[in-house]
Nanobody, 120 residues
Framework: VQLQASGGGLVQPGGSLRLSCAAS????????MGWYRQGPGKQRDMIAV???????NYADSVKGRFTISRDYAVHAVYLQLNSLEPGDTAVYFC???????????????WGQGTKFTVSS
């Protein structure tokens, strides 16, 4: 089972970006999925999470600018980022709680991270 994130790059301040993360492998059910970020020299922080019923929670720093969503059919989670600021520059990681077949749970599976830079 793995998570594959994509969507990084270079974007100008005020611009937008969409990150994608898809889970693959032996997946019986996906529970909470989320996005975290780690800026240069900083710890990894929660940005947005979405549970299996679609309820969402955001870090105060991104409320109103970022939107998390998920596609249950393809085991994917997305992060729409708008009004980007230089402080949003970071490596973004997706995470998920996964139930595999045989009632095996992975409580915190991480993707490999995707990096983008906000700069003019």
């Amino acid at each position: 089972v793995q998570l594959q994130a994509s969507g990084g790059g270079l974007v100008q301040p005020g611009g937008s970006l969409r990150l994608s993360c898809a889970a693959s492998g032996d997946i019986f059910r996906l529970y909470n999925m989320g996005w975290y970020r780690q800026g240069p020299g900083k710890q990894r922080d929660m940005i947005a999470v979405i549970n299996s019923t679609g309820d969402t929670n955001y870090a105060d720093s991104v409320k109103g600018r970022f939107t998390i969503s998920r596609d249950y059919a393809v085991h994917a989670v997305y992060l729409q980022l708008n009004s980007l600021e230089p402080g949003d520059t970071a490596v973004y990681f997706c995470s998920a709680r996964i139930q595999m077949s045989g009632s095996v749970f992975i409580n915190n599976l991480w993707g490999q991270g995707t990096k983008f830079t906000v700069s003019s």
